[in-house]
């Protein structure tokens, strides 16, 4: 009984490829004649066409898109390749130090070698930490713009385009498949009409009749002959029309199943419109992120040149030798930056932080009262500052002789110094 199981199994798989094949080498057959523009075609709509056009254009440049987006975060293919290998494997990427973080490393293992407390130790000390935060901020750029901008992309590409062409490739064979129905009822209806057509009686006449045969028998066998013809012509007939009947038949069905393909691959590429605005939001986040990185490696770098004129004012002072830059390691965020200028002695640095006048002690002209609205939040770093908070509009102006990269700014009677790339300014 397992064996007979078996066999009609091994039967019906046998038949159904050798059916597949017959299918698939027809429609190849129907392909290439249309190729070489010897068998009619069916042609979508123009609506369809514009969906399938608009799709392919959408597929091409989020690839394109997404491909130099990897190279602008990740120049290094080799880690572009770990990456893709990752994720393939559906494995979480180890955390891996950047480049600037690397760099800071090396910078703060080069100060302890050569001494902390040297100009040259305590300087390499201070960059090397804004390194690492350079590389912190980078850290979080690759992290947020992986999350909001590729991660989409990527799941289009290989989540919902990946649908849409199956079913485009399907609406393909139902449409190779429906013109080859209309070519079998094309050939079926001119065979039939053939056939229909009055026999011609030169055609029809038996060629090796006996010519000596008397006029009374001649006519007598033809009028036999043609009573024995007639079945055979209208059996000829019957099958011809059952055969344009099935080949009609074959039609609908193909008609069909072509009709309900077409209006699901129309759904599907509609939904683009809605992959446009999905990316458009993405894109958006991306665009934030590089703001808030690039404001925040210009407001380090801000810092850190203030702390190195710091220390070169402190290096050009009496005290040289025992001068050393201020270590930034033990900040919080950021060590409170004072004026260009200051000099910071071994004395003062050893006994008491230097004061930094207030905004109220600055009795200087106000020029250029204007709203502004702020964008990120910042944290004072002393009482010459003023903390900010996303979203608030504050008052800003300048003072002669101000640091162009700062300004004035007044939130009811609080009043301070804020960066300018904190905020945009307002009409």
Known sequence: MLGSDQHNIMDFNVKKLASDAGVFFTRAVQFTEEKFGQAEKTELDAHLENLISRGDGTKNWTEKI??????????NPSARIEEFIYDKLDKKLPSKTTNAELLGQYMLDAAAEFGPETPYGSTLITVGEYQKRLGGAERELLHTSATTFLTPLRNFLEGDWRTISKERRLLE???????????????????????????????????????????????????????????????????LSEEVDKAEHELRVAQTEFDRQAEVTRLLLEGISSTHLNHLRCLQDFAEAQATYYAQ???????????LSRCANSVGGPHSSAAICPNPVSSAFLSGPSAPGTVVSSSSSSNQKPRTPTIEQMQLPVTGARKAKVLYDYDAHDASELSLLADELITVYTVPGMDPDWLIGERGNDKGKVPVTYLELLS
């Open 297 to 307: 490696c210009h407001h380090y770098m801000q810092d850190l040149q203030r702390e």
């Open 66 to 75: 997404l491909r130099q987006t990897e190279v602008l975060l990740q120049p």
């Open 173 to 239: 064979n139902r449409r190779l498949d429906l013109d080859i129905c209309k070519a079998r009822v094309k050939k079926a209806k001119q065979a039939e009409a053939k056939a229909s057509a009055a026999p011609d009686f030169q055609e029809t006449r038996p060629r090796n009749y006996v010519l000596s045969a008397s006029a009374s028998a001649l006519q007598s066998g033809w009028e036999s002959w043609d009573l024995a013809a007639e079945p055979n012509v209208s059996e000829e007939g019957k099958l």
